[in-house]
C-alpha cells in the first residue's frame, strides 16, 4: 500500500486534476451503481457534506438514536447544515419500516417537513449488525412513497457485502447518496467517499470546499484506497471468523451474544458485571491489548488486517483474564 502510495501520479484535486483520485473516485461510483463519487478526507465529512444534499437548511432528517450521524459527529447536522434531527429509539440495526413510516412529516405549514432518513451498515453501536436487504427495500419503497431520501451511512458497508454476500450495487440501488469509508476495515490511513448522482456530486464538491475538505495531491491517500478495495475486501471474512471465535470466549462469562456477532465488531455487555466499560478497557490497555469504551456498560472489541491468529490469542488470554478476575 505504501509503495503504491508513493508511485501515485498525482495533481491538484481542488481544480478536479489529480488522475488517481479521479480513478479512485470513478470506480467506487461504478461499484455501488452510481454516476459519481467525491474523496473526503473522513467518514464524519462525507457524511454530513451528503447530509447537505438531501436535506436543506431547516429540513428534518430522521434517523435512529444511536446512529452515528447523531451520536458521534458533534452536532454537525445542525450547526453546519442547519439541519433538525428526529430519531427512533436506538434499536441497532433492527429496523422497524413501519414506526418509520409513522414519524415522516409531509411538507405543509406548520410542521417541519421530513426531507430524508439516514441508515447505518453495518451498525456500530448495534455490534456491527447488518441490517437485511428486505428490511432495506421496504425502507426504500417507504422513502419513494413518501418522496423523501434515503442516505446510508456505509462506513461498514464492505462488512455487511461479505457478510450477507449483497452486491455492492444492490445497496447503492437503494440509497439517493452513500458514505464509505476506506480505513474502517480496509486498512487505508485516510479516506472515506460520497457517492450519488453527477449533479449531487458537483455540489459536493463546493460543501467540500466550504468544509475544509479541499486538499491538493490527494492521490497519494487515494492510491491506499484504490490498494484496500483491490486487495483488502474479500480478506473480511477473515475478521469476521476471528470476531465469532473471540466471542465464543467471553461468551462464557456472559457478556457476549455470539449469535449476534455476524462481521468484525464484538460488543460486550458488562452490565452483570461490577466492571464499568472504561475500568474494562483501562486494565486492557495495561496488557497491551485495545479495546474502545462506547457506554459506561458497552465496550466495543474490533477485528481488523492487522490482528492476526496471535494477537487474537493474546485478546482472548487477556480479556477472559480480566472477566474472571471480576466474575
Same mark, same amino acid.
Request: aromatic share 4%; charged share 20%.
Given at each position: 500500500?505504501?509503495?503504491?502510495?508513493?508511485?501515485?501520479? +498525482?495533481?491538484?484535486?481542488?481544480?478536479?486534476?489529480?488522475?488517481?483520485?479521479? %480513478?479512485?473516485?470513478?470506480?467506487?461510483?461504478?461499484?455501488?451503481?452510481? =454516476?459519481?463519487?467525491? /474523496?473526503?478526507? #473522513?467518514?464524519?465529512?462525507?457524511?454530513?457534506?451528503?447530509?447537505?444534499?438531501?436535506? &436543506?437548511?431547516?429540513? =428534518?432528517?430522521?434517523?435512529?438514536?444511536?446512529?452515528?450521524?447523531?451520536?458521534?459527529?458533534?452536532?454537525?447536522?445542525?450547526?453546519?447544515?442547519?439541519?433538525?434531527?428526529?430519531?427512533?429509539?436506538?434499536?441497532?440495526?433492527? !429496523?422497524?419500516?413501519?414506526?418509520?413510516?409513522?414519524?415522516?412529516?409531509?411538507?405543509?405549514? &406548520?410542521?417541519?417537513?421530513?426531507?430524508?432518513? %439516514?441508515? =447505518?451498515?453495518?451498525?456500530?453501536?448495534?455490534?456491527?449488525?447488518?441490517?437485511?436487504?428486505?428490511?432495506?427495500? #421496504?425502507?426504500? %419503497?417507504?422513502?419513494?412513497?413518501?418522496?423523501?431520501?434515503?442516505?446510508?451511512?456505509?462506513? @461498514?458497508?464492505?462488512?455487511?457485502?461479505?457478510?450477507?454476500?449483497?452486491?455492492?450495487?444492490?445497496?447503492?440501488?437503494? /440509497?439517493?447518496?452513500? #458514505?464509505?469509508?476506506?480505513?474502517?476495515?480496509?486498512?487505508? &490511513?485516510?479516506?472515506?467517499?460520497?457517492?450519488?448522482?453527477?449533479?449531487?456530486?458537483? @455540489?459536493?464538491?463546493?460543501? @467540500?470546499?466550504?468544509?475544509?475538505? $479541499? *486538499? @491538493?495531491?490527494?492521490?497519494?491517500?487515494?492510491?491506499?484506497?484504490?490498494?484496500? !478495495?483491490?486487495?483488502?475486501?474479500?480478506?473480511?471474512?477473515?475478521?469476521?471468523?476471528?470476531?465469532?471465535?473471540?466471542?465464543?470466549?467471553?461468551?462464557?462469562? $456472559? +457478556?457476549?451474544?455470539?449469535?449476534?456477532?455476524?462481521?468484525?465488531?464484538?460488543? +460486550?455487555?458488562?452490565?452483570?458485571?461490577?466492571?464499568?466499560?472504561?475500568?474494562?478497557?483501562?486494565?486492557?490497555?495495561?496488557?497491551?491489548?485495545?479495546?474502545?469504551? *462506547?457506554? &459506561?456498560? !458497552?465496550?466495543?472489541?474490533?477485528?481488523?488486517?492487522?490482528?492476526?491468529?496471535?494477537?487474537?490469542?493474546?485478546?482472548?488470554?487477556?480479556?477472559? $483474564?480480566?472477566?474472571? =478476575?471480576?466474575?
Amino acid at each position: 500500500m505504501r509503495q503504491a502510495m508513493a508511485a501515485a501520479p +498525482v495533481g491538484d484535486d481542488v481544480f478536479g486534476d489529480d488522475p488517481t483520485v479521479n %480513478a479512485l473516485e470513478a470506480r467506487v461510483a461504478a461499484m455501488f451503481g452510481h =454516476e459519481a463519487a467525491l /474523496f473526503a478526507p #473522513s467518514g464524519s465529512m462525507a457524511n454530513q457534506i451528503a447530509l447537505q444534499l438531501v436535506v &436543506p437548511p431547516a429540513g =428534518e432528517l430522521l434517523a435512529g438514536a444511536d446512529a452515528h450521524v447523531v451520536t458521534y459527529e458533534l452536532g454537525a447536522a445542525a450547526a453546519l447544515g442547519g439541519i433538525s434531527t428526529r430519531t427512533w429509539p436506538a434499536v441497532g440495526a433492527a !429496523l422497524d419500516v413501519s414506526s418509520i413510516a409513522a414519524m415522516i412529516r409531509p411538507t405543509g405549514y &406548520p410542521s417541519l417537513a421530513t426531507r430524508a432518513v %439516514a441508515v =447505518e451498515q453495518t451498525h456500530n453501536l448495534g455490534g456491527g449488525a447488518v441490517i437485511p436487504l428486505p428490511v432495506l427495500r #421496504s425502507l426504500r %419503497a417507504l422513502a419513494d412513497e413518501s418522496g423523501i431520501s434515503l442516505h446510508c451511512d456505509g462506513a @461498514r458497508i464492505w462488512h455487511a457485502h461479505v457478510a450477507d454476500g449483497v452486491p455492492l450495487a444492490e445497496y447503492g440501488s437503494l /440509497f439517493d447518496t452513500l #458514505s464509505v469509508c476506506l480505513s474502517k476495515g480496509l486498512g487505508a &490511513p485516510v479516506g472515506s467517499l460520497v457517492i450519488g448522482s453527477a449533479a449531487d456530486i458537483a @455540489r459536493a464538491r463546493v460543501i @467540500r470546499k466550504r468544509m475544509g475538505g $479541499g *486538499m @491538493r495531491q490527494v492521490g497519494i491517500l487515494a492510491a491506499a484506497g484504490d490498494h484496500a !478495495l483491490t486487495h483488502h475486501i474479500e480478506r473480511l471474512a477473515d475478521d469476521h471468523a476471528r470476531a465469532r471465535t473471540l466471542a465464543a470466549e467471553l461468551a462464557k462469562f $456472559g +457478556v457476549v451474544d455470539p449469535s449476534a456477532v455476524r462481521t468484525n465488531l464484538v460488543p +460486550v455487555d458488562l452490565s452483570g458485571l461490577d466492571l464499568d466499560a472504561p475500568a474494562f478497557a483501562a486494565l486492557a490497555a495495561e496488557r497491551d491489548v485495545h479495546i474502545a469504551a *462506547m457506554l &459506561p456498560k !458497552l465496550a466495543r472489541i474490533v477485528l481488523h488486517l492487522d490482528i492476526d491468529d496471535n494477537a487474537l490469542d493474546q485478546a482472548i488470554t487477556v480479556l477472559t $483474564g480480566i472477566l474472571a =478476575e471480576r466474575s
